[in-house]
């Protein structure tokens, strides 16, 4: 079992970065793969980014548009997103999650699951 907890969200400007990391603890983080997922308010919670045990990476293209990168330090029991020229549109809370399987974009592909960190863009 591994435990999750996302920070670095934040109020950003539109057209600003942010980097949200994800501390995992308990079994070792490196066996697992990661994602980010996203949830605006009065919307369902989408993909984002997934990265495996191995670091081979997947995005959804429509909403990241090469301006995201998901990135992790097994070293470290942490993953990251790291997220530029963010838009309105950005605004969401932010979830990072793992799972045994190998990277996938199904959120019921997904064991564990952080609590959130909420990012804001707005001027």
């Known amino acids: 079992q591994v435990q999750l907890v996302e920070s670095g969200g934040g109020l950003v400007l539109p057209g600003g970065s942010l980097t949200l990391s994800c501390a995992a603890s308990g079994h070792s983080f490196s066996r697992y793969s990661m994602a980010w997922f996203r949830q605006a308010p009065g919307k369902e919670r989408q993909f984002v980014a997934a990265i495996t045990s191995n670091g081979a990476t997947i995005y959804d293209r429509d909403s990241v548009k090469g301006r995201f990168t998901i990135s992790r330090d097994n070293a470290q029991n942490t993953g990251y997103l790291q997220m530029n020229s963010l838009e309105p549109e950005d605004t969401a809370t932010y979830y990072c999650?793992?799972?045994?399987?190998?990277?996938?974009?199904?959120?019921?592909?997904?064991?564990?699951w952080g609590p959130g960190t909420q990012v804001i863009v707005s001027s």
């Open positions: 999650a793992a799972t045994t399987v190998g990277g996938a974009a199904l959120e019921s592909m997904y064991d564990y």
